[in-house]
């Protein structure tokens, strides 16, 4: 049937089918904002208007725009707007509009909102390099906006952060550390630029084939239900319950793609604030690279949380040198940190071995050299051979 002929009513059918499967599938995408309080979409029915901005004295414009999608994703998003935003009465509002200085100083007004509930983050901000420069009235300190922002609020990796103002970090670390692209990315930037806290390993579930993070869904938690019925005397994962547990996450098969990728991570989060200055990062390989190194001295296994967080459930610190982990722990080796006793005595056992065949060999000839110099001394005539028969002819 050539096109010229077709049915104009089964194309009009096909037409209205298509737009009806269309438009479900759309209406099917959950808009993450509808799950907001009418407080909050009530805000947003004027600060969700892009454009929306504030003059300050200085000539600058303040943004007051929320995007509602991104607020609705952030970690903030339970608390709502008058949890930050306690000072705004919404029957009077906007009222006597708040004066403004600058931008610079309304972030900094700002900190003290988020003190409120992260204090203990707060103070080791004070402590910082950060803090420093911001006493000091630099304007390129970051405060807690710079880094977090303010609306849209999620976890981030440190480097993910970090690289927002340190964009030549890489070009910086490559100068002088080998393989700079992977210390950047299996060790957390605090760890060597917050030197007085305490490291541990990290291993993270991760897809092989999807090359990213296992995410837990949200509403239905199972990590740490499952490694909790993997961890059977109730005192963190042993070498075999962890694998038991590599084995259940892959549905049985040990050769599948979820693997357990490690990084170098601050046993207490917070303490990623206390940044010190550059000139006292740590340097020496051998913080990491050898036997009983401290991040080596705590280990967790986690997946990453429907928040973004790390869910984290402990493990033994033999996990990382247990011949059991071998297969396990196949992506995460640390030269030095992550031993296994056994293996090395193995491999020297198989160098010793490898050694021998051209070790003896030499042996043997230079015995079988030293006989045959001897009965050539001596006049042997299996020394002489048809040479001594010639000089008696």
Not at 36 to 41: E, F, H, I, M, Q
Not at 93 to 110: F, L, N, T
Not at 145 to 172: F, I, L, Q, R
Request: hydrophobic share 40%.
């Amino acid at each position: 049937m050539s096109r010229a002929t077709f049915p104009a009513g089964l194309i009009a059918a096909g037409a209205s089918i298509f737009l009806f499967l269309s438009s479900n599938l759309i209406a099917a995408e959950p808009d993450p904002a509808a799950a907001l309080s009418a407080a909050d979409k009530q805000c947003l029915g004027c600060h969700g208007s892009e454009g929306m901005t504030k003059d300050l004295p200085n000539g600058a414009k303040l943004s007051l725009h929320v995007a509602a999608p991104a607020f609705a994703k952030s970690v903030h998003k339970a608390l709502g707007c008058a949890a930050c935003h306690a000072g705004i009465d919404p029957g009077k509002h906007p009222g006597v509009q708040r004066e403004i200085k600058d931008s610079r100083a309304y972030s900094i007004a700002m900190t003290a909102v988020c003190r409120q509930c992260h204090d203990g983050a707060f103070k080791h901000y004070q402590a910082s390099k950060h803090a420093n420069l911001q006493r000091q009235g630099r304007n390129i300190a970051p405060v807690c906006t710079d880094c977090h922002g303010s609306h849209a609020v999620t976890p981030k990796t440190a480097y993910e952060t970090c690289v927002g103002c340190h964009a030549t970090a890489m070009n910086g670390h490559q100068k002088w550390l080998p393989n700079a692209p992977l210390h950047l990315e299996f060790v957390s930037c605090a760890a060597c630029h917050a030197p007085t806290v305490q490291r541990m390993v990290d291993l993270r579930f991760y897809d092989g084939v999807a090359k990213k993070w296992i995410v837990e869904s949200e509403g239905n938690p199972q990590f740490e239900k499952l490694a909790k019925s993997m961890d059977t005397d109730g005192n963190g994962l042993d070498a075999r319950e962890l694998r038991d547990l590599v084995r259940q996450v892959n549905d049985g098969n040990f050769a599948g793609p979820k693997t357990l990728r490690g990084r170098i991570e601050l046993r207490v989060d917070l303490e990623a604030h206390r940044l010190a200055e550059k000139s006292l990062a740590l340097r020496a390989c051998d913080n990491c690279h050898r036997g009983g190194a401290e991040p080596f001295q705590s280990v967790t296994v986690s997946v990453v949380g429907p928040d973004g967080r790390p869910v984290r459930y402990k493990a033994h610190t033999e996990v990382l040198s247990s011949l059991l982990s071998v297969e396990t722990l196949r992506t995460f080796y640390a030269i030095g940190g992550t031993r296994t006793e056994l293996l090395d005595i193995l491999l020297i056992l198989a160098l010793l071995g490898g050694l021998a065949v051209p070790v003896g060999h030499q042996m043997m000839k230079r015995i079988v050299q030293s006989r045959d110099k001897a009965r050539a001394a001596a006049g042997s005539p299996d020394a002489g051979g048809a040479g001594g028969e010639n000089k008696n002819t």
